[in-house]
């Protein structure tokens, strides 16, 4: 079954339009609940087409030409789920909450497309 990568994206921009640094610890904390326990009911209903869970992603090093050198961008995380087509992974992340809960803006699915071998080449 093909595999599909999705990333979790989340801006400054979506965190300050959540109101999200606005909130009081203790509503700031019942969302925090909330959201982990939408998470994990969406991990379990899932689960069947996790082909890797996943987790959330720390710092960035971008590595080219010039060298190593910290950069941002705005990747907070990823999954990797089997579907049987493009859609139907996507299908997967509607209302997720990663942005129906908390203040993400986006889940974003690419194909894990095969690499090509020097016979494919040829």
Known sequence: MPKFVALYVGSPEAFAKSGWATLD??????????????????????????????SPLGKTKRIDAS???????????????????HDAAAQLFLNHPHFSIFPGDAVEIMPCNPMPTMEDLK
């Open 67 to 85: 060298g190593v050198s910290d950069i941002s961008n705005n990747i907070t995380g990823y999954i990797i789920v089997e579907a049987d087509s």
């Open 25 to 54: 610890e203790k509503t700031r904390k019942e969302r925090e609940v909330a959201g982990m326990m939408a998470w994990g009911e969406w991990q379990e209903k899932n689960k069947s087409v996790m082909a890797d869970e996943g």
